[in-house]
């Protein structure tokens, strides 16, 4: 009874072995065109490793071959599905330089810039590679803004400029948490002036009337907020704003005095802008 059991749990792991094995062997391969089938076939089921090793090497030995240009791109798509986005933005920027020609050129130049705002860093960190995808996607839009890739393009620029400009905000943000006033006032500045499309606006807005009423321009501070309470009534942006403007309204009319160099006249400030879009980031640590 011991050896029968024995017996049918071998068979049941070597059963389990050799499909597991069969479902990593790539299918015989007759020809170029053969091959190609199987790949596209395999990239929709979704066995985006299987069509790696299908064409890793084939994309640079089987350069003289018609269908290399597509080999090319599907091989970068399967890897951006598989996340390896430095070998995807490889194989899209060679069909860029190779093939502009191909009919997947266009598909080739938005999935470049996917592959390249896949390396961009959380907007903490260095933005290189948002600053290159967005180049990619203008780029995109520039050359055929009315197609369907034109129109995604336009998407992906919002978003990256909206990465920019969270990167400048939360940059502001730390300074005013660091009581260093002045410094963030450039960078809520540069949202507000370069980035005024996007939802960061409100945060730059709320964040340079903090810094405003903690160097003394309480006064002014009070009309950027309760304009944003007035105008975002109902929404999250302008409950954030009337409870910063219930808080600012109990600091000292001098600013804080403690941590500032130099106070400002309320006088001299010029007007600022006033707020176009809501934002969702949380308020100010003050």
Known sequence: MAVQWKSALAAAALGALLAGCGASVVPQIHGDADRMTIARSLYLKGEYSMVVEMLSNWVTTGSGSA???????????????????????????????????????????????????GQSRDYDFDQEFTLKALAQWRRVVEDEPGDDYGALAKLRVAECRAKLARKLWRTGDVYVKLNDYEPSLVYF???????????????????????????????????????????????????????????????????????????????QQAPRPQATAPSTTTPFGQ
């Open 67 to 117: 269908d290399i240009d597509q080999a090319v791109h599907l091989l970068g798509l399967a890897y951006l599905h598989q996340k390896e986005f430095a070998s995807a933005q490889v194989q899209f920027e060679r069909m860029a330089h190779d093939y502009p020609e191909s009919d997947s050129s266009r598909a080739a130049a938005y999935r470049l810039g996917e592959a390249l705002y």
């Open 189 to 267: 500045r540069s949202v507000i002036n370069e980035y005024g499309d996007t939802p960061v606006l409100g945060d730059a807005l709320i964040g340079l009337a903090v810094a405003d009423a903690r160097l003394g321009r309480k006064d002014t501070a009070l009309v950027v907020l309760r304009d944003l309470e007035q105008r975002f009534a109902g929404r999250e942006l302008g409950v954030r704003a009337a409870q910063m403007r219930a808080r600012v309204e109990r600091w000292p009319a001098q600013g804080d005095t403690k941590h500032r160099r130099h106070r400002s006249v309320e006088a």
